[in-house]
Every structure is written in structure tokens, then in C-alpha cells.
T-cell receptor
Framework: DGGITQSPKYLFRKEGQNVTLSCEQN?????MYWYRQDPGQGLRLIYY???????QKGDIAEGYSVSREKKESFPLTVTSAQKNPTAFYLC?????????????FGEGSRLTVL | GENVEQHPSTLSVQEGDSAVIKCTYS??????FPWYKQELGKRPQLIIDIRSNVGEKKDQRIAVTLNKTAKHFSLHITETQPEDSAVYFCAASGSPNTGGFKTIFGAGTRLFVKA
């Protein structure tokens, strides 16, 4: 089945630790995204990548880092510099090309800092 | 920076009534406006979208209207059903000012449909 796979689904972290969330897609999409969702709030853009080896900061990039070494993979690292990392993280992708289209989302990763 | 405002944050309607959710975007160069539905504990999924060269689009009970001059677009759901209860998000993207693929979401509207 084609789709986006995020792992882990649930993750617990101690303060001061870095953690990496995985996002893999087999849809052959060029563009990939990371969003953060807090309870009762919308989707805030952390980072996005339109093509391999290139990515741009979103609105809340501080304390996060990403890489895009392969087309199908866009991992997100939540660093110790992120002051309030407990949240639900959603990865998404879209076909890319000459115009934007539907975003396809993974099932999300819920990070809790203890 | 780019911004999408969405209203209301919560909407409660009686089954069979209509529901309207409104969004305003700040980047006039945006050209793609999707709407996503997120059920509790699930991922957001596209329900309808509209591009800037179209003023209105309809799909069964769902319709979206776009006013480019006012930078405003709306979602209309007619004959609401309990299964329409969810959080709805509007979004804007496609602006060359941000490389074309930066997608910004509104804060969401929690819709309750009372049976």
C-alpha cells in the first residue's frame, strides 16, 4: 500500500534529550512537511522540503532540525533546545512539480517529555 | 508573515442544518485553498479544495467559495449529519513568495452536529 509511515507512534523523552521522529513515504512525492499540533490548536509548520537535499524553515523551526538525504525520508529531530516539545507531530507529503496539491498525512507521533 | 485566520473556533448545529466556516488569508499570491477534516485521533484528510482561477466548487453536500479580492474563502456543509462532527482546517499555499509549497493552516473549527 502506498502511504506515509511515521514512527514511533508514541514516544517519551526525558528533559535534555534529543529525539528523532521518522517519516517515510512511498508515494514518490517530492515535497514533505512536518507540522506540530497542540491540543485544541491548528497545525503549525515546523519545516518543509520541496526537493532532496533542500529544506526551509516553517513558522516554529526553533529547537528542531531536519534532513532530506533521500526522496522518501524526512526525519525530524526534536532537540533539547525546544522548550516545550510535548505535542502531536504530523508528517505530510505532496506530489510537487509545478503546483501544490493535496497533502497526505501520516498517522502522527505523540511525544511526551517527562 | 503568511497567516490564515479561521472562524468560528467551535460550531454546533442541529442535524440537517447547514454549517459555514470562514477563512481569511494574508498572502495575495496564494493560489491553492484546501479543506481538511480531522476526526478524533486520526490524521487530517482532504475533503475539498479550490484553486484561485475558480470562484466556487461543489461536491455533494460540501461546497467551497473563494473571493480573491477579499482574500476570503468559506466551507459550506448542507444537510449536516452526526458523522460530519470533526475538526475542520482550512489552508493556503502556492504562493511564489514562499517557493510555492509552503502550506499554512488555520487554527481549526470544531463542528458538533447534534442528532
Amino acid at each position: 500500500d502506498g502511504g506515509i509511515t511515521q514512527s514511533p507512534k508514541y514516544l517519551f523523552r526525558k528533559e535534555g534529550q534529543n529525539v528523532t521522529l521518522s517519516c517515510e513515504q512511498n508515494l514518490n512525492h517530492d515535497a514533505m512537511y512536518w507540522y506540530r499540533q497542540d491540543p485544541g490548536q491548528g497545525l503549525r509548520l515546523i519545516y518543509y522540503s520541496q526537493i532532496v537535499n533542500d529544506f526551509q524553515k516553517g513558522d516554529i523551526a526553533e529547537g528542531y532540525s531536519v534532513s532530506r538525504e533521500k526522496k522518501e525520508s524526512f526525519p525530524l529531530t526534536v532537540t533539547s533546545a525546544q522548550k516545550n516539545p510535548t505535542a502531536f507531530y504530523l508528517c505530510a507529503s505532496t506530489l510537487g512539480g509545478t503546483r501544490t496539491g493535496e497533502l497526505f498525512f501520516g498517522e502522527g507521533s505523540r511525544l511526551t517529555v517527562l | 508573515g503568511e497567516n490564515v485566520e479561521q472562524h468560528p473556533s467551535t460550531l454546533s448545529v442541529q442535524e440537517g442544518d447547514s454549517a459555514v466556516i470562514k477563512c481569511t488569508y494574508s498572502d495575495s499570491a496564494s493560489n491553492y485553498f484546501p479543506w481538511y477534516k480531522q476526526e478524533l485521533g486520526k490524521r487530517p484528510q482532504l475533503i475539498i479544495d479550490i484553486r484561485s482561477n475558480v470562484g466556487e466548487k461543489k461536491d455533494q453536500r460540501i461546497a467551497v467559495t473563494l473571493n480573491k479580492t477579499a482574500k476570503h474563502f468559506s466551507l459550506h456543509i448542507t444537510e449536516t449529519q452526526p458523522e460530519d462532527s470533526a475538526v475542520y482546517f482550512c489552508a493556503a499555499s502556492g504562493s511564489p513568495n514562499t517557493g510555492g509549497f509552503k502550506t499554512i493552516f488555520g487554527a481549526g473549527t470544531r463542528l458538533f452536529v447534534k442528532a
